[in-house]
């Protein structure tokens, strides 16, 4: 068997793209932590950018790669799902912090979609752009089915959340250190309201109580945002 | 580690056709964590092994987003010539989402006169910092 006959089996299957996937994720993390955990070397961005790589020097259409790599993709959902048990073990935190929950959600919600919309427009973006940026905080189905109620292009909303997500993971550690807030609970729902799952990720990995409370944030301001974009917008885009 | 993720899929799928039943506009798991907390605190018997079957995935949660952040890459050209300008909104704007949300929720739990502490260390899905 030659070496391209090899190459043609292996990549027709999902083996090699799942294994690539998991790779680059084991060498990310040990970049991660050889970095010194500093939040710019966010795994997830570098295992991204190792695997397209290797699509762009193997000329692999994205299908063939996700075929293999769907397996990792479908665990969201169990993960999504595993959320509540952190979620019950930190109940009588949640509980006592429900009402700075509920005034952060909203104040949060609302300045998420109206500083995307009039950044957008202070930077002289297409209003098509504006609009595609709207909820760019919330997770990737809600984001792409508000894109869609609102008329924007739901791929291109999809690039801006995933792109918004890596910034929140990388700027949140800084950014909270700079402020002085050592309220682990506030650091955490922030990251999860403003950069959805990817903050959650970065979350859960600085501590489990801002993990947990970056999950309630993300749940809830999915659905906010699916609430308030659409009445939000009209006035913004005035 | 089965049993598990019998629970975790179980809840999903339940939590998936309800979605679809009855037309909400919220992901399927998203209803499937809601029903497995109220599993939890209704003191149902579930196997012990949810708890690490979670802990496991919640620990590598940033894993399950690289495919489709792969897929991202290949829409890049989406962004166009307004790239630049776009990612510098980008920031901004989570910046200033981030701090808002943050300083709101501090600054709320503080006048109610409640802290939160840093979680326990030995709670599983957590890696240390240094």
């Known amino acids: ?238 | 580690m089965l049993q598990g993720f019998v629970i975790l899929l179980g809840c999903q799928l339940l939590g998936e056709a309800f979605v679809r039943a009855f037309v909400l506009p919220v992901p399927g798991p998203v209803v499937g964590m809601v029903l497995l907390a109220v599993l939890m605190l209704a003191r149902m018997p579930l196997p012990s092994e949810v708890g690490d079957v979670s802990g496991g995935l919640l620990k590598h949660l940033s894993l399950l987003f690289v495919p489709a952040g792969v897929g991202i890459v290949q829409h890049l050209g989406r962004v166009g010539d307004e790239g630049f300008r776009i990612l510098i909104v980008l920031v901004l704007s989570t910046v200033v989402t981030l701090a808002v949300t943050a300083v709101v929720f501090a600054g709320v739990a503080r006048l109610m006169g409640v802290a939160a502490d840093r979680g326990e260390p030995e709670t599983g899905a957590v890696e240390d910092e240094p």
């Open chain 1, 1 to 238: 068997m030659s070496l391209v006959d090899l190459w043609v089996y292996l990549s027709g299957g999902p083996l090699l793209w799942l294994t690539t996937t998991l790779v680059a994720y084991v060498a990310a993390d040990a970049i991660f932590v050889a970095c010194g955990r500093r939040p710019l070397a966010n795994p997830v961005l570098i295992a991204i950018l190792m695997v397209s790589a290797v699509l762009v020097v193997t000329g692999t259409p994205f299908p063939a790669y996700f075929a293999g790599a769907q397996f990792v993709h479908f665990l969201l959902g169990p993960a999504t799902v595993a959320l509540a048990v952190p979620l019950v073990r930190y109940l009588p935190q949640v509980r006592r912090l429900l009402v700075p929950m509920v005034v952060a959600l909203v104040v949060g919600s609302v300045t998420a979609i109206v500083s995307a919309v009039l950044l957008a427009r202070a930077f002289g973006l297409d209003a098509s752009t504006a609009r595609a940026l709207a909820p760019k905080s919330a997770t990737t189905p809600i984001a792409m089915g508000t894109a869609e109620a609102i008329g924007a292009d739901p791929a291109l909303t999809a690039v801006l959340v995933i792109l918004t997500g890596i910034v929140g993971a990388i700027v949140v550690t800084p950014l909270m250190n700079a402020l002085g807030l050592t309220n682990y609970a506030a650091r955490g729902f922030a990251a999860g309201l403003a950069s959805h799952g990817i903050g959650t990720a970065r979350a859960f990995q600085v501590d489990p109580l801002a993990g947990t409370f970056a999950g309630i944030a993300l749940g809830l301001n999915g659905l906010l945002t699916a609430v308030l974009v659409p009445i939000l917008l009209p006035f913004l885009l005035k």
